[in-house]
């Protein structure tokens, strides 16, 4: 194809540099709404278009399939408008549907489909299909290449086989979740059965090697990878085997990585082996025709929990590059200019992030003008500050008819944040919940729920049915079916025949004790309906019932986050009983209901985006409203006294206001319901790293959030250092944690100070002996 128009013209100087980058390594440093996408798609086009490097030479992997998609069809239209160029001589808009549809369709034949876009899992199993029928693993297993691939149900089942049948171990000590948590992360890090023994060197980490072990034979004898083997095999593949490493090393000889700050070490190692041909001397490298290709932004780095490592592209310019200054480099290009946002969500962005000491140095320059000033919003409780978001949304909708409601998104550090935000919308404005669930459509959520309608309802064979056997307590599918078979032939409720000792004795078999037991609890609850409020039973039978111990004991990032939002949901019925005056569980779950009753939205209807901030990435919103910044919440008290996962905390805030496009809402709360129980919210600390001059707030003085300093009092604390304590400073206790000082008492070396500490209340200490110090 001839190119017949300027197709660069429109880009700015860097990513023009970017893009015209021919042979060798680069590593593209994109801020936030720069356009990198833009540069990946124009950069493949460019090395099509004017270098006539032949599409299947060309290994593009992005983050998400949804990404894949966008670039496919980004560079699709390129190829379609160079067709209508050369064909009529003017724009593709310009000419009919049908030919549009024509110049496309040959577009995506010819250029598309031979491109090798995807993410790092479609795009490798697509190679283990060509090759896997090459490759043994260290204990001699093979795989053919119509393997299946596990999903991760298939593969916690797997797992809770090997650990509770095969094994007989303590699923107590061992349990299946945390063991297949561990298996992920060993093969993130790359690592076999033996290496992770090695590795760990512990009773635990040996006997989770041996179900590691265990389960690489199940899936070799079911012919079936999971997610994580279609990185780790074709690693171990091309470590291997020479000849199918160089085979893949001369296909693909202009390799892209997007999202690059994302990458864990197990990815790292196939661009690694694609890139060089497995050969560790860098001057023995030939970039002749040849490329590696990485966009990326450690300040958007926010997957460490998934084993992301944003080192690796810290380490591009050693890996890879010259390791040249950033002045003297030519490896290295930086898209600063960004496109998105407006100057003052810039340079409180800017400012923020210069705390962070792990990162390339860049600054976002403004494109846009200086626009709205960032409003902070401190709200007496959750329900306020929902209230707040809602009609700040209702209000900017009506004002402004160039919006509508897709313009809003209201972010958050946790799922279980959603209630509060759900219960303000609804009936009043359309939303909806970007990667997640509406908070009563989630697993936790549903199982609590089901325990409390079986309560107030015995008749409710559904919700009976969900929560017989959960959490796990030895009744089988088929002790169920037996039951429910008996309850149909007698044309009775299923609980009917549970609540009944003799039945349960005589069609339960083993299981029968544990079917009693599980009635028992039941009716125990069902006599207090009436003595207890609503708050307590919800307490009690998910105590009792073995749910949150089970969940505790799962010791995984997901069990934590469903452990949030069971604490939301005791929140949730504590705002019910102060609300209304029907104070029991029926009136609760009838309010449960309509919210969970909601209508699905039309495919297409405009509505306000919830979601957290780690679903947040890559999106973009005219008005966003970062919700819940206090101390503990956000950052998340896991983070604060880890300097390390503080900063990624950061990043997170970070990404957080980049959202946003016109205008940025940045809420707290004084108080917020932690399990049942206000406790005082201290702000976080991210909100006194913002520029105070870029701000506006509804609390006087004007920075709203450095506490107004009621008393001031010199001490000597417990390192014997002379320190000043005032009401409203935050502290760390050694054994109590966080807590913010609401009362100083006596002078000189006769100082005591109250402090309140979440979850634990008020405590009067001397700060002389107390092993504790101030936050700065």
Request: proline residues 3%; neutral net charge; contains cysteine.
């Amino acid at each position: 194809m001839t190119v017949t128009t300027n197709f660069l013209a429109h880009l700015n100087p860097s990513q023009r540099q970017a893009v015209e980058h021919y042979c060798g390594p680069l590593l593209v440093v994109a801020g936030a709404g720069s356009g990198k996408t833009r540069a990946l798609t124009y950069r493949i086009a460019n090395l099509i278009l004017k270098h006539k490097v032949n599409p299947e030479n060309i290994l593009a992997v992005t983050f998400t399939n949804k990404a894949a998609r966008e670039m496919k069809e980004r560079i699709e239209k390129i190829f379609a408008q160079q067709l209508a160029q050369q064909k009529h001589g003017q724009r593709l808009e310009l000419l009919s549907a049908d030919e549009q549809t024509r110049l496309a369709s040959r577009a995506y034949k010819t250029t598309i489909k031979p491109l090798w876009i995807g993410t790092f899992h479609s795009l490798f199993a697509r190679i283990l299909r060509y090759d896997i029928n090459k490759y043994q693993d260290e204990k001699g297993r093979i795989w053919n290449r119509n393997f299946s691939i596990f999903d991760e149900s298939d593969a916690q089942t797997l797992v809770k086989n090997i650990v509770t049948k095969q094994l007989n171990l303590d699923d107590k000590k061992f349990n299946p979740r945390s063991v297949r948590y561990a298996i992920s992360n060993a093969k993130n890090l790359g690592l076999s059965p033996a290496e992770f023994a090695r590795e760990k060197g512990d009773y635990w980490g040996r006997v989770v090697a041996e179900v590691y072990e265990e389960y690489q034979n199940q899936l070799a004898n079911n012919n079936a990878l999971d997610f994580d083997d279609l990185i780790l095999i074709p690693v171990r593949l091309f470590q291997q085997n020479e000849t199918v490493l160089g085979y893949w090393y001369e296909k693909f000889r202009h390799i892209l990585v997007d999202e690059y700050q994302d990458t864990n070490r197990i990815q790292y190692e196939l661009i690694r082996l694609l890139a060089t041909n497995n050969e560790t001397d860098k001057r023995k490298w030939d970039w002749r025709d040849r490329s590696v290709f990485v966009v990326g932004d450690a300040d958007q780095s926010i997957y460490s929990f998934r084993m992301a490592d944003y080192t690796i592209l810290l380490d591009f310019q050693q890996d890879f590059g010259d390791n040249l200054p950033d002045d003297d480099t030519r490896t290295m290009v930086k898209l600063e200019e960004n496109y998105r946002s407006r100057e003052n969500i810039l340079q409180a962005a800017n400012k923020l992030i210069e705390k962070n000491t792990e990162r390339i140095d860049k600054i976002l320059r403004p494109t846009r003008g200086f626009g709205e000033q960032i409003y902070v919003y401190k709200a007496d409780n959750e329900v306020e500050e929902a209230e707040f978001v809602v009609s700040q949304i209702m209000n900017l909708a009506r004002n402004n008819p160039e919006i509508n409601w897709g313009s809003f998104a209201i972010l958050y550090r946790t799922n279980a944040q959603s209630r509060a935000f759900e219960e303000a919308l609804l009936g009043r404005v359309p939303y909806t919940i970007v990667g997640g669930l509406k908070f009563y459509d989630r697993k936790e959520i549903k199982d609590a729920i089901a325990y409390l309608r079986i309560i107030a309802n015995p008749a409710d064979t559904v919700s009976l049915i969900r929560i017989i056997n959960t959490p796990k307590r030895s009744i089988g599918k088929t002790t169920v079916d037996r039951l429910v078979s008996a309850s149909v032939e007698l044309g009775v409720p299923l609980w009917e025949i549970i609540s009944d000792e003799t039945s349960v004795n005589t069609l339960a078999g083993r299981a029968a004790k544990s079917v009693n037991k599980f009635a028992q609890m039941i009716q125990h609850f069902q006599t207090e309906i009436n003595n207890l409020e609503a708050t307590e039973i919800v307490r009690g039978i998910m105590s009792e019932s073995g749910y949150i111990d089970d969940l505790k004991k799962q010791g995984t990032d997901e069990a934590e986050n469903r452990l949030e939002n069971v604490e939301e949901l005791y929140n949730a019925v504590y705002q019910f009983q102060e609300e209304n005056q029907d104070t029991t569980l029926t009136g609760f779950l009838a309010s449960a209901s309509l919210a969970s009753d909601l209508d699905n939205l039309k495919e297409g209807e405009k509505a306000v985006s919830l979601m957290t901030l780690h679903s947040a990435k890559g999106l973009e919103f005219p008005v966003v409203f970062l919700v819940g910044l206090e101390q503990g919440l956000f950052p998340n008290h896991r983070t604060i006294d880890d300097p390390i996962a503080l900063e990624e905390e950061r990043r997170l805030c970070y990404v957080g206001i980049t959202r946003a496009q016109e205008q940025l809402f940045l809420t707290y709360t004084r108080e917020r319901r932690l399990w049942g129980a206000r406790e005082i919210a201290i702000p976080s600390q991210f909100l006194q790293e913002l520029p105070e001059d870029l701000i506006t707030t509804n609390v006087q003085p004007a920075v709203a959030y450095k506490p107004r300093r009621q008393k001031s009092v010199t001490a000597t604390s417990g390192n014997n250092k002379q320190q000043t304590w005032q009401v409203g400073d935050r502290v760390v206790h050694k054994s109590f944690g966080l807590g913010e000082i609401t009362h100083v008492f006596g002078t000189g070396n006769k100082v005591s100070v109250a402090i309140k500490f979440p979850s634990l209340g008020q405590k009067i200490i001397d700060p002389k002996v107390a092993p504790m110090q101030k936050v700065k």
